[in-house]
Nanobody
Framework: VQLQASGGGLVQAGASLGLSCTTSGRAFSSYTMGWFRQAPGKEREFVAAISRGGTVYYADSVKGRFTISRDNAKNTVYLQMNSLKAEDTAVYYC??????????????????WGQGTLVTVSS
């Protein structure tokens, strides 16, 4: 399976940005999908996840500002980011998990990853 993330860019603090991730595999609706991010010099961290049934979960740092959603007909997961802060600057990765337990928060529990898209927020 291939995951293709897009939508990153350079924005000012307070702005909004939307990311998309389209997968090539079958049975997209059967998987939990997640977004992670990795800032320079830091470990990859969980951002948000959406279950097969549409239940969502967010890291505390983005709760109330970011929204994850999915369109199973388009094999696509989205991340809408509002009120962006400088500390949101990172490479954002989408990922797929086979686990049925939700939420799935750790890198190790995701088996397929996109290539990453850079989000830079200037202060």
């Amino acid at each position: 399976v291939q995951l293709q993330a897009s939508g990153g860019g350079l924005v000012q603090a307070g702005a909004s940005l939307g990311l998309s991730c389209t997968t090539s595999g079958r049975a997209f609706s059967s998987y939990t999908m997640g977004w992670f991010r990795q800032a320079p010099g830091k470990e990859r961290e969980f951002v948000a996840a959406i279950s097969r049934g549409g239940t969502v979960y967010y890291a505390d740092s983005v709760k109330g500002r970011f929204t994850i959603s999915r369109d199973n007909a388009k094999n696509t997961v989205y991340l809408q980011m509002n009120s962006l802060k400088a500390e949101d600057t990172a490479v954002y990765y989408c990922a797929r998990s086979r686990r049925t337990v939700f939420p799935t928060l750790t890198v190790e529990n995701y088996d397929s990853w996109g290539q990453g898209t850079l989000v830079t927020v200037s202060s």
